[in-house]
């Protein structure tokens, strides 16, 4: 089955045990998931179901592994020769926002031994708890996927409101963010939108970069596995036309666009 949606109380079940996160896997060097060489770990739970999700296993709050956040500083520690001057710790998803407070101690830690911490999150939340984890993320990686809140609702099932809202809070905050943006054909390759998007941030000062991240068929034998129906089986990747299309729409508006 593809897991329903769950309410932020619901989500809150894993903030209970302080000593631990639940985890989907960890990547031990990765290189797409912030600056230079990461651990990179990816946390169990989510209340966006995106059309696209790579990783429909990591959705369900009461899914993944239990492993102790003391011993994830310890790997990370023995990891920081490999790290360099850019590298260091990601927290991605699922949505790290649904064990937020277990994080803020996991960052703290993080920094007390001089390792660089960074966050990919869909912003589905923005409240006090969050604003605290954000001021132990050296980098904020925000995954906005759609400017139009009805078609946001249609891509993840949420609205974009609290996405929006936490994104003008790092602005405010002067902490730095890159934004993200899966291009997906017939869903958020639509030029208007784009624009609109590219307007909506482009007087935002703590942006460093921007990717756009082509839509691709990897992850659909998962949802095969899990013998749950892939909503955009018959969707095919951008072609090179409205990559270069939504690539240019984005250069006008900001320095650093990367296409992925």
Same mark, same amino acid.
């Given at each position: 089955?593809?897991?329903?949606?769950?309410?932020?109380?619901?989500?809150?079940?894993?903030?209970?045990?302080?000593?631990?996160?639940?985890?989907?896997?960890?990547?031990?060097?990765?290189?797409?998931?912030?600056?230079?060489?990461?651990?990179?770990?990816?946390?169990?739970?989510?209340?966006?179901?995106?059309?696209?999700?790579?990783?429909?296993?990591?959705?369900?709050?009461? @899914?993944?592994?239990?492993?102790?956040?003391?011993? +994830? &500083?310890?790997?990370?520690?023995? *990891?920081?020769? $490999?790290?360099?001057?850019?590298?260091?710790?990601?927290?991605?998803?699922?949505?790290?926002?649904?064990?937020?407070?277990?994080?803020?101690?996991?960052?703290?830690?993080?920094?007390?031994?001089?390792?660089?911490?960074?966050?990919?999150?869909?912003?589905?939340?923005?409240?006090?708890?969050?604003?605290?984890?954000?001021?132990?993320?050296?980098?904020?990686?925000?995954?906005?996927?759609?400017?139009?809140?009805?078609?946001?609702?249609?891509?993840?099932?949420?609205?974009?409101?609290?996405?929006?809202?936490?994104?003008?809070?790092?602005?405010?905050? @002067?902490?730095?963010?890159?934004?993200?943006?899966? +291009? &997906?054909?017939?869903?958020?390759? *639509?030029?208007? $939108?784009?624009?609109?998007?590219?307007?909506?941030?482009?007087?935002?000062?703590?942006?460093?970069?921007?990717?756009?991240?082509?839509?691709?068929?990897?992850?659909?034998?998962?949802?095969?596995?899990?013998?749950?129906?892939?909503?955009?089986?018959?969707?095919?990747?951008?072609?090179?036309?409205?990559?270069?299309?939504?690539?240019?729409?984005?250069?006008?508006?900001?320095?650093?666009?990367?296409?992925?």
């Amino acid at each position: 089955m593809y897991f329903p949606l769950q309410d932020i109380d619901a989500a809150k079940l894993n903030e209970n045990d302080p000593e631990h996160l639940r985890i989907h896997s960890l990547e031990t060097f990765g290189t797409h998931d912030g600056p230079g060489i990461r651990m990179v770990v990816f946390v169990q739970g989510c209340q966006f179901r995106c059309l696209y999700c790579q990783n429909p296993d990591s959705l369900d709050v009461h @899914g993944g592994t239990l492993v102790e956040i003391k011993e +994830l &500083v310890k790997r990370a520690v023995r *990891q920081k020769n $490999y790290f360099g001057e850019k590298g260091g710790v990601t927290v991605s998803g699922g949505e790290p926002l649904l064990q937020r407070t277990k994080l803020t101690s996991f960052f703290k830690q993080l920094h007390e031994n001089g390792i660089n911490t960074c966050l990919d999150s869909n912003g589905r939340l923005n409240t006090p708890d969050v604003h605290k984890l954000l001021e132990y993320t050296d980098l904020l990686l925000l995954d906005v996927k759609h400017i139009d809140d009805e078609w946001h609702r249609r891509l993840t099932g949420q609205s974009n409101k609290t996405t929006l809202e936490l994104a003008a809070y790092r602005e405010a905050s @002067g902490k730095r963010m890159w934004l993200r943006y899966v +291009l &997906v054909p017939g869903w958020s390759d *639509q030029v208007e $939108y784009v624009e609109q998007w590219a307007k909506h941030f482009s007087t935002y000062k703590t942006v460093d970069r921007v990717e756009i991240i082509p839509f691709h068929q990897l992850g659909m034998h998962k949802w095969e596995l899990m013998n749950i129906e892939y909503p955009l089986k018959n969707t095919a990747t951008p072609t090179d036309e409205i990559k270069n299309s939504t690539k240019s729409i984005f250069d006008r508006y900001f320095d650093n666009v990367i296409l992925k």
